[in-house]
């Protein structure tokens, strides 16, 4: 009789955590090509990797280069939950994997679940293992248990400009709110808690604040209007749904202070999923998941947002995923969702330049549980 999918998924799991747990600490982040190699074994589909749509797309005149982006991987320790580490080991091999490998990586931001000083070393401890250089972003889950104190002091500073090829690129700290714990005397857990939860009341809407626009004002100042400007952020840099924070209350305020650049590309964690916008000059693209995939939320999508199906229940890496970007000579991006379980998806700086005239993603063919 055949295994249903649970039975074999349990089976799965007993057999990579038992290689696992022979490893030492420094063999630990070499432990994702383990999933594969029990894929093999049991006969399961590979997740695919990115060589296949590498190979595609390498002779492009139009790419001027591609980095890669992995995101909210929001890590418990591993004594407390090892499939969210396994899913950080599987898109960091992913990203090693990468022919020719990547400029560069982004991280998207809530790498720790609930900001413990843990969680941050342990999402450290395995970043190191990415060959190309990586660029850090923070997010609300990192940042409200000691307001940044631990992942500064592994990362260095949340907010910074680089150039590369040509190109300006900013990561921002969207995920300021107003102080909503000293008034009622919070615990630092308490503060953290508020904020972690989907539906949170109890937290504030994420913003980038009055000073972080004037950091960010005085760095443009520095940059040419022809200029390609690609900003990091982990919350949207605009407006979709303000009671799942997927929301900056500051959007229309930092998108004033982009509209002079003639080729900007907003690049977002946090609502994990696949996500595009387009406001004016500015694209916006959402990032996968690591760990799981947000539902998309009842209000807000935009138009020329290609939905992903809702992920299999009884598939661990279903609906989540990593990336890559492809930044193009004119400046705006081809994006690259790689969906683990499913075939990878482009969304084209074409099809959203044409404000989804042109160039189309291709629709989702499996199964939508
Ligand atoms: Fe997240
Ligand atoms: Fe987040």
Same mark, same amino acid.
């Given at each position: 009789?055949? %295994?249903?999918?649970?039975?074999?998924?349990?089976?799965?799991?007993?057999?990579?955590?038992?290689? !696992?747990?022979?490893?030492?600490?420094?063999?630990?982040?070499?432990?994702?090509?383990?999933?594969? =190699?029990?894929?093999?074994?049991?006969?399961?589909?590979?997740?695919? *990797? +990115?060589?296949?749509?590498?190979?595609?797309?390498?002779?492009?005149?139009?790419? *001027?280069?591609? +980095?890669?982006?992995?995101?909210? *991987?929001?890590?418990?320790?591993? *004594?407390?939950?090892?499939?969210?580490?396994?899913?950080?080991?599987?898109?960091?091999?992913?990203?090693?994997?990468?022919?020719?490998?990547?400029?560069?990586?982004?991280?998207?931001?809530?790498?720790?679940?609930?900001?413990?000083?843990?969680?941050?070393?342990?999402?450290?401890?395995?970043?190191?293992?990415?060959?190309?250089?990586?660029?850090?972003? !923070?997010?609300?889950?990192?940042?409200?248990?000691?307001?940044?104190? %631990?992942?500064?002091?592994?990362?260095?500073?949340?907010?910074?400009?680089?150039?590369?090829?040509?190109?300006?690129?900013?990561?921002?700290?969207?995920?300021?709110?107003?102080?909503?714990?000293?008034?009622?005397?919070?615990?630092?857990?308490?503060?953290?808690?508020?904020? =972690?939860?989907?539906?949170?009341?109890?937290?504030?809407?994420?913003?980038?604040?009055?000073?972080?626009?004037?950091?960010? %004002?005085?760095?443009?100042?520095?940059?040419?209007?022809?200029?390609?400007?690609?900003? +990091?952020?982990?919350?949207?840099?605009?407006?979709?749904?303000?009671?799942?924070?997927?929301?900056?209350?500051?959007?229309?305020?930092?998108?004033?202070?982009? =509209?002079?650049?003639?080729?900007?590309?907003?690049?977002?964690?946090?609502?994990?999923?696949?996500?595009?916008?387009?406001?004016?000059?500015?694209?916006?693209?959402?990032?996968?998941?690591?760990?799981?995939?947000?539902?998309?939320?009842?209000?807000?999508?935009?138009?020329?947002?290609?939905?992903?199906?809702?992920?299999?229940?009884?598939?661990?890496?279903?609906?989540?995923?990593?990336?890559?970007?492809?930044?193009? %000579?004119?400046?705006?991006?081809?994006?690259?969702?790689?969906?683990?379980?499913?075939?990878?998806?482009?969304?084209?700086?074409?099809?959203?330049?044409?404000?989804?005239?042109?160039?189309?993603?291709?629709?989702?063919?499996?199964?939508?549980?």
């Amino acid at each position: 009789m055949k %295994k249903d999918r649970y039975q074999q998924y349990l089976e799965d799991r007993e057999a990579y955590f038992g290689r !696992v747990a022979r490893l030492g600490r420094r063999d630990f982040v070499k432990a994702a090509g383990l999933v594969a =190699a029990g894929a093999v074994a049991t006969g399961k589909v590979l997740p695919h *990797s +990115f060589q296949p749509v590498d190979v595609v797309h390498a002779d492009s005149p139009e790419k *001027s280069f591609r +980095f890669a982006y992995i995101s909210d *991987s929001h890590l418990y320790e591993k *004594s407390l939950n090892e499939r969210f580490v396994r899913s950080i080991l599987k898109a960091v091999d992913d990203v090693n994997a990468m022919s020719p490998a990547p400029d560069f990586v982004l991280y998207g931001g809530d790498l720790a679940q609930l900001g413990q000083p843990g969680e941050l070393s342990e999402g450290a401890q395995i970043l190191k293992a990415l060959k190309p250089k990586t660029y850090m972003m !923070v997010g609300e889950h990192d940042w409200y248990l000691d307001m940044g104190e %631990k992942w500064r002091a592994l990362f260095g500073k949340d907010i910074y400009s680089f150039d590369h090829k040509g190109v300006h690129l900013v990561v921002l700290n969207s995920v300021i709110v107003e102080d909503y714990w000293t008034g009622p005397k919070l615990s630092p857990m308490d503060r953290m808690l508020a904020m =972690a939860q989907l539906d949170n009341p109890n937290g504030r809407p994420f913003t980038v604040g009055d000073a972080q626009r004037d950091w960010l %004002k005085n760095d443009l100042a520095k940059v040419k209007p022809d200029t390609p400007v690609i900003v +990091f952020s982990h919350s949207p840099l605009y407006k979709i749904y303000k009671k799942w924070n997927f929301w900056t209350d500051d959007a229309e305020q930092v998108q004033a202070l982009l =509209a002079p650049f003639k080729s900007v590309t907003v690049i977002h964690g946090h609502t994990h999923q696949m996500l595009s916008n387009r406001i004016g000059n500015i694209h916006f693209h959402g990032m996968l998941s690591t760990a799981w995939p947000w539902p998309y939320a009842p209000q807000g999508l935009p138009k020329l947002t290609v939905r992903m199906n809702r992920a299999d229940p009884f598939d661990e890496f279903d609906g989540c995923g990593d990336g890559a970007v492809d930044v193009l %000579k004119g400046g705006h991006v081809d994006k690259e969702y790689n969906l683990w379980s499913r075939n990878p998806v482009r969304v084209s700086a074409a099809y959203l330049g044409s404000d989804g005239g042109s160039d189309r993603p291709a629709t989702e063919t499996n199964v939508n549980y």
